[in-house]
């Protein structure tokens, strides 16, 4: 196998960024690592959000009264909204500069998160949260452009390797910081914390941060692509996550998905005729593209289900505190920290098809392993499987920047940036939603039989039935005067059928991985450093 560049940056003569004024300002702009730090602060700020949510969602459900839907909609609302928009952040940063659009995400990430902190319902909490993602459609596919528009080819892939490490370091933090938070100050103030982060890179931003924007005349925004771009997606994910309420077999549900496939495949036509698309077609004839967006959406179909449902597991079944939750899921997000730049050094040697391919392998071994998990499982039987499972997402994450990104022409990088990110925020939606329907149809069909097996009485066990929803969080809602015998059935009960629901779950999701480990060699390798892709419009 040919050795590939790193990702496909244009030579140093070609990027079109806007001329800084002459000064100590522009000398601060002329350097691409101050830039690095910049916006590795805006994916430290999202990355911080994404791990403390998780760990928040118990406390918000017991503070708040929310139900495992209600629940799962404040992580979904935030993917829901990243996933319909992420392709048209990067359009707007292409065309109105990725600094500015850059920064108005910061800063509308930090107000929305002081607001889910104020909120005093869940349904607020989904409101804000569902802004959060429009901010952070914002921010997100601008920071791989900022940084391909001023690193060259040969130390692009080196600069990706610190943004995923960077990431990775909010991620491995998050479940700690949250943990404290939410025990020792309120579950309010986890959202609290991405305000002075914020701040702190507003200020580094405005001075550090060249503007950069394509510069091609005769532009066109394409708003009948935008409506049926966001309307097939939104279609698609609210389709997926009210399945679980509606049944899959619903004429609601049927009538969501379908028209998600109408929408998608009206926006396809469109985006071939108009004259500037919102999504250019043309980056699908490349195979690095095509496939890398789905093993994507794959990697974290898987990622982001095994986040929610083993701090459930963590948190209810065995009965830990938030920080020792946080502490548990460490060998997940550290060695996310440390298999990013590791990745990286990868992909330029062998190109993305290796790291993803063994990424989305490991991926699926963590899977499989963790369906051996039971209710009394010590912890030498998880840390294994979280370990995999880091390495795993870790270098499907960063190698799918060389597939995606480094594959699309430099005026299109931001584009380019939003449909790696849509890959990975519309995997997690699907994921935590589809998995989640598994886990509570499993519930609901096994939670009777695991009960009375447990010693509970047959009426017990039928009431308990009625509160399925619940026990699908990992709880076990005892009624109001029930012996200690009959509690500690129904306890048992509960945790079996939770964890029967838990093993389905990620057992498709081990198969699902599995099989995009064996779509991985269809990756294509891109050209010799220096050489920009070749795209035909």
Do not use: C
Not at 26 to 42: C, D, E, F, K, Y
Not at 76 to 95: E, H, I, P, Q, S
Not at 379 to 397: N, T
Request: net charge neutral.
């Amino acid at each position: 196998m040919a050795a590939s560049s790193p990702v496909t940056a244009a030579p140093s003569s070609s990027p079109k960024h806007e001329r800084p004024r002459e000064g100590p300002l522009a000398r601060l702009q002329a350097n691409p690592w101050l830039t690095l730090v910049s916006v590795a602060l805006g994916v430290v700020m999202v990355g911080l959000d994404g791990t403390v949510v998780s760990i928040a969602n118990p406390f918000i459900a017991r503070d708040l009264g929310a139900s495992l839907e209600s629940l799962q909609w404040v992580t979904n609302a935030y993917l829901l909204a990243l996933a319909v928009l992420l392709v048209v952040g990067g359009k707007l940063g292409d065309r109105l500069g990725r600094k500015k659009v850059f920064l108005t995400g910061i800063g509308g990430f930090a107000l929305t998160s002081l607001m889910v902190g104020l909120s005093g319902s869940i349904g607020q909490v989904i409101l804000w949260r569902a802004l959060q993602g429009v901010f952070g459609a914002l921010l997100m596919p601008n920071t791989l452009a900022l940084l391909r528009s001023v690193f060259p080819a040969e130390k692009l892939n080196a600069a990706i390797g610190i943004w995923g490490a960077s990431s990775a370091i909010s991620l491995a933090a998050g479940p700690i910081v949250g943990g404290l938070l939410v025990e020792h100050v309120s579950w309010e103030s986890v959202f609290y914390i991405n305000v002075p982060v914020g701040l702190i890179a507003l200020i580094v931003g405005f001075a550090v941060v060249r503007e950069s924007r394509d510069t091609r005349p005769d532009q066109r925004f394409d708003p009948l692509g935008l409506a049926l771009l966001s309307g097939g997606l939104f279609a698609l994910v609210f389709g997926v996550v009210k399945a679980q309420t509606w049944g899959w077999s619903s004429a609601n549900t049927f009538g969501l998905l379908g028209g998600s496939i109408v929408l998608l495949a009206a926006f396809v036509a469109v985006e071939l005729k108009v004259r500037e698309p919102l999504l250019p077609m043309a980056l699908f004839r490349d195979a690095s593209v095509s496939v890398g967006t789905v093993l994507v959406l794959v990697n974290f179909f898987a990622m982001f289900g095994v986040m929610f449902f083993i701090t459930l597991y963590l948190q209810n079944v065995h009965g830990y505190s938030a920080v020792a939750t946080g502490a548990r899921m460490l060998p997940l997000t550290v060695v996310f920290m440390f298999g990013s730049p590791l990745a990286a050094t990868l992909t330029t040697r062998f190109g993305p098809r290796v790291p993803i391919g063994i990424g989305l392998f490991l991926t699926s071994i963590a899977l499989f392993l963790l369906t051996q998990l039971g209710t009394d499982s010590s912890y030498v039987h998880l840390w294994p499987s979280l370990l995999a499972l880091g390495v795993g997402v870790a270098f499907v994450a960063m190698a799918s920047a060389e597939a995606i990104v480094g594959n699309a022409p430099l005026e299109l990088s931001g584009v380019a940036g939003g449909l790696q990110s849509t890959a990975m925020q519309l995997g997690g939606a699907i994921g935590t939603s589809v998995l989640g329907s598994i886990l509570a149809a499993r519930i609901d069909g096994v939670l009777v039989d695991k009960v009375v097996n447990a010693g509970a009485p047959a009426s017990a066990a039928e009431t308990l039935s009625r509160n399925a929803e619940t026990v699908s969080q990992g709880l076990a809602p005892i009624p109001p005067g029930t012996s200690a015998q009959v509690s500690e059935a129904l306890t048992a009960g509960a945790h079996a059928a939770f964890m029967s629901g838990l093993h389905v779950a990620l057992l498709v999701g081990a198969i699902v991985t599995l099989l995009g480990a064996l779509a991985a060699p269809f990756i294509r390798t891109s050209g010799q450093p220096g050489e920009t892709t070749a795209f035909v419009a």
